[in-house]
């Protein structure tokens, strides 16, 4: 790599593409200095930088592109390369390609803190929506207000970055790439619902601590692993943890269950994490487990993802799910199973989506976002959107509701004049939703099974529940644990230890 140019055809922008850069023009051209170009993962964002560099030499200009990983710095530069860039130095280290002298360089953002600001005439910021402290001193200074530096992102949410950039320019949304056909279609079933209660929020997400004692319990790697052999699929798939305990926890539940399955983290390796793709585009690993790394600048083939880190950020959540929605041959649509609640807290990822920087002041409450986030399928747990009544997946439809309430684990149905009446005999209400016997049984069986109960606690729980045995029910199968019964079984937890007898009576 000595800064020749490859011998492969450069990549051509497309129609939108071209628009994006006339639309970047002319907001230089009205003063603009930190413009923000938002683009969803997948676009070619590495692409339109490729053809802005070569535009910039073309009129003698010294370009700075800056990355916030050193994992970017090769795959930019093979990237540019590809695209016809060339004379690239890049400042990185001891980088073989390390040449001050080149027109063009790539520079990893921790480089530059311990070096220093390199000449040149326009800076473009790889992943713009990562505020370093650094990056905001260099564009104050005032020796450099007139130099243009562009951010690049597909979540430029961050709070306050409006008083950083000042324009941003909307290339496209998620949902009208799919649209589209640019990026893949995807699925999403929320297998688990952790019990998040006690977690505390800091700078805006869950504390990691906290959230990783919760989440890194025996039942629920367990059924993250087991999900993924029922439901993967035997896809390629990331899973994402909370922390590097977790990650390893989930590898090693996925090589006992004999799944192939790698590990990453942010101190793995460059010549391992080479390896570890390797393995992964030849099939020889199923799921890489990892955490802090493949969320940003990853153009693996990717057809599932496991969401096993509980996130309360927008941007964190899309740059995840984004890591599965690039297109592939023969890929029909990403599988995402979502072991963590965030879809049904944040609402799906094409659903995400702002118009302005933030400028660090509260936003307007979206008092209609409650209503639009997506529901669960009881039967299957698939996740549709709000507004569809019949399960696309399964085809499960809803039963109309009926004036049923529980009081104490009984069915008891109100009279006309809101009086007791007499007790159902087929189904059971949970927070509002009827499930037939059989299938709440069968949940329960679920639930002991997944949880290591003694036998016998799901018969015992049905007679709780209902105040009869299960004698119509004894045969029934396993079913997914719905949130209502798994609310319903923790209620009842709470209700014994405030009383002071088990936790989990059997």
């Keep these: ?67 916030p990983a050193i994992d970017l710095i090769d795959q930019t ?10 004379d690239i130095g890049v400042i990185q280290a001891d980088h073989i390609e390390t040449d001050w002298s080149r027109p063009v360089q790539i520079a990893s953002v921790q480089t530059l803190m311990r070096r220093g600001y390199p000449p040149t005439d326009l800076v473009i910021i790889d992943e713009g929506h990562r505020r370093f402290d650094f990056y905001e ?48 279609k995807f699925r999403v079933f929320a297998p688990d619902h952790p019990d998040l209660r006690g977690v505390k929020t ?43 305990a977790h990650a390893k926890h989930l590898q090693q539940q996925f090589e006992a269950a004999g799944v192939p399955a790698g590990y990453q983290d942010a101190h793995t390796p460059k010549d391992e994490r080479k390896e570890i793709r390797r393995k992964f585009h030849r099939g020889e690993i199923k799921v890489v487990c990892n955490v802090g790394t493949l969320t940003t600048g990853v153009d693996w083939d990717v057809r599932a993802i496991i969401l096993a880190r509980p996130t309360r950020s927008e941007i964190l959540f899309v740059q995840i799910i984004g890591r599965g929605l690039r297109t592939a041959e023969g890929k029909a649509d990403c599988l995402i199973l979502d072991h963590s609640d965030t879809t ?41 959107p709000a507004r569809v009544s019949v399960c696309p997946s399964c085809g499960f439809k809803p039963e109309p509701k009926s004036k049923v309430e529980t009081a104490e684990g009984r069915l008891i ?15 059971i209400e949970l927070r509002g939703r009827h499930i037939p016997l059989g299938e709440f049984y069968g949940e329960l069986k679920s639930y002991a099974r997944l949880h290591c109960y003694k036998p016998g606690w799901a018969f015992h729980q049905y007679l709780r529940a209902v105040g009869k045995k299960p004698a119509t029910h004894d045969s029934a199968g396993e079913m997914p644990i719905s949130p209502e019964v798994e609310g319903w079984i923790k209620s009842r937890q709470i209700a014994w230890a405030k009383g002071g007898g088990r936790v989990h009576p059997a």
């Design 77 to 86: 530069l093979a990237s540019f390369w590809h695209d016809g860039v060339g």
């Design 202 to 244: 800091v700078a805006g997400d869950y504390h990691e601590g906290q959230l990783s004692e919760a989440m890194n319990k025996a039942p629920l790697v367990a059924n993250v692993v087991e999900t993924w052999v029922a439901r993967g699929e035997d896809r390629p798939t990331l899973c994402f943890a909370v922390d590097r």
């Design 344 to 384: 049904l807290r944040l609402g799906f990822v094409t659903d995400i989506h702002h118009e302005e920087l933030d400028d660090g002041r509260p936003r307007a409450k979206q008092d209609k976002k409650r209503e639009a986030l997506p529901k669960e399928c009881p039967k299957c747990t698939f996740l549709r």
């Design 137 to 184: 001193r260099w564009m104050a200074d005032p020796d450099w207000a007139s130099v243009p530096f562009i951010g690049l992102s597909a979540t430029p949410w961050t709070k306050g970055l409006a008083k950083i950039f000042d324009d941003l320019i909307i290339s496209a949304t998620t949902a009208e790439l799919i649209e589209a056909g640019l990026l893949s």
């Design 1 to 67: 790599m000595n800064g020749l140019l490859p011998s492969a055809e450069p990549r051509r922008l497309r129609d939108d593409q071209l628009h994006t850069i006339e639309i970047l023009r002319g907001s230089l051209a009205a003063g603009h200095r930190r413009p923000m170009v938002m683009a969803p993962t997948g676009w070619g964002k590495t692409l339109l930088a490729s053809h802005i560099v070569q535009m910039a030499r073309e009129k003698g200009r010294r370009v700075v592109f800056c990355v």
């Design 413 to 427: 149905e109100l009279g006309r004049r809101g009086g007791l009446a007499k007790t159902s005999s087929s189904v």
